[in-house]
């Protein structure tokens, strides 16, 4: 007979990070059920293996019944659903708190041997931020309801088709002269996305010990040099101001009506402070992890935001490739 490879569900595993874990695993060998709330939306992630290795399945989190589902017969759960704002039902506390301690629970309940949650640095149940609260207390009931799980609290994560990176080159992009930043002093560590990818498949795989793991890239640098290296790899000349944090609120306030707000108030409080690995904390090297510089990567994707796209290069070079 033919022993089956083991399986992995990946909740939110059609998301930016949820789908390089997707390709981890699947070039791991398993077999992975990429639970989502709409997984027609989500059939890209088939080729991520061969045919049938990777399979989208209808979840949400929120739901007991669709969670225990996509659950059921997985050897490990990985959890990577996050909102950056509230959306009718899907709230930071039914995402975020609720449904990761649903889903850990579940898991436990049906016998996987492993549990690996997506948290983010900052999460604290004392904070400001309803964001980072509920990461926090998602992260609380993920350890009570699965001892044994993984909890990896990334810095902001990069890679081609990152939130972070490309949404202020697509900003420079449309505004002329200036670039203004909220929390432009808020020191950040960029992580790549692959070494994030990589450490929760370790974590999925049982080669991680249990407990919290904070993830960075090698450097750590004020918002506003993070996006001077943006506008550097652009070939765009920007004056990056501050908005003060007064400002910056009232505008977060107007913005924050719109279906997909560029910020809100939330954001604006989670800005104030570092998102930077903790002194003491478990981090990547903990898991044999050398981190990814991003200057070794972006310029691969962030080539497409200069005034000529990937043709800047040979009007550079006096049309020399
Ligand atoms: N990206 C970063 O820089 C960063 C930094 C630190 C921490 N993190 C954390 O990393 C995790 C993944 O982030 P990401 O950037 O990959 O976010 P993302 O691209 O927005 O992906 C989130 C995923 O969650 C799914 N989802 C949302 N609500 C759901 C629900 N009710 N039931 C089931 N699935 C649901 C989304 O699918 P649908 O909406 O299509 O259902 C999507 O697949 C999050 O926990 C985030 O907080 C990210």
Redesign the pocket.
Known sequence: MFEQSPLVTI????????RHIAQAMARRGWRVRV????PN??MFVKPYGTVGQVEPVQ????DEASTRAAIRGADAVV??????FNSGR?TFD???AE?AGRAARIAAEEGARHFVQ????GADAGSDSAYARS?AVGEAAVATAFPKAVIL??????GTD???FNRFAGMARLIPLVLPLVGAGTKFQPVWVEDVAEAAAKAACGEAAAGVYELGGPAVAPLRDWVKLMLKFTRRRRLVIDIPPFFARIQAWFLQMLPNPLLTVDQVKLLARDNVVSDGARTLADLGIQPSAAEGVIEGYLYAYRPQGQYTQLTENGGEA
């Not at 959890?79 to 950056?84: F, P, S, T």
């Not at 609290?153 to 990069?158: A, E, G, K």
């Open positions: 909740i939110g595993g059609s998301g930016f990070v949820g639970a989502v709330r709409r939306d989500a979840c949400n989190i929120r959890n990577c659903v996050g909102v950056l899907n039914a995402c975020q449904g997506i948290s983010a640095i990461k609290r990334p810095s902001v994560v990069f990152d939130g972070f």
